[in-house]
């Protein structure tokens, strides 16, 4: 299998150990808890802790553009061009405006990832963030990609996308929904 990042021995590295986790919980395994240095809530336990790309899905507010007006003196023909350049020009800036400003996927960048008996904690620009499991809305997984979506009620998506994307995916699937997830096969 030929990866999308580019990372063939990592991503097949993160790929075989989601199998070898799936593996073992078919077979009557528990999840085995990993040390993070992190303070965690009574009663809460570490399962992995990794990193992951992530991005979110917004649209935001275009750059403003100025519309310009070209001066022209000549004949009616010169004013004429002048006027059409003038309206060319400011559609081609409205257009440019519009596309960055539409919704799709912006990254974030690297993030440390734990995923944790409750809630998965993402470390952006130094800083925390908390996705308590009820505020997942849905789980897309795209592990041929390296990719997981998390979908929420009230909040951007989430993509996550690296290596570890598919144990995290398993881990997630497991503490949401007591339940395997479909993975690519691998090819030795």
Known sequence: MRYPSGQDEASRSGMEDAHHLMAHLRSGGSLVPVATGLRLEPQET?????????????????????????????????????????????????????????????WAGWSDAVVTSRRLLLLQDGTWTSIRYPQIFQLQPRPERLQLDLHFEDAPALRSEGPSVPLITVLLFYLLYHREVALPELRT
Do not use: K, M
């Open 46 to 106: 570490a399962f992995a802790c990794t990193g992951v790309r992530t991005a979110r899905y917004y649209a935001q507010p275009g750059p403003p553009y100025d519309t310009t007006t070209l001066l022209g003196l000549g004949s009616l023909g010169t004013l004429t061009i002048t006027a059409l350049g003038s309206a060319a020009w400011n559609a081609h800036r409205r257009r440019q405006s519009d596309r960055e400003a539409a919704a799709r996927w912006r």
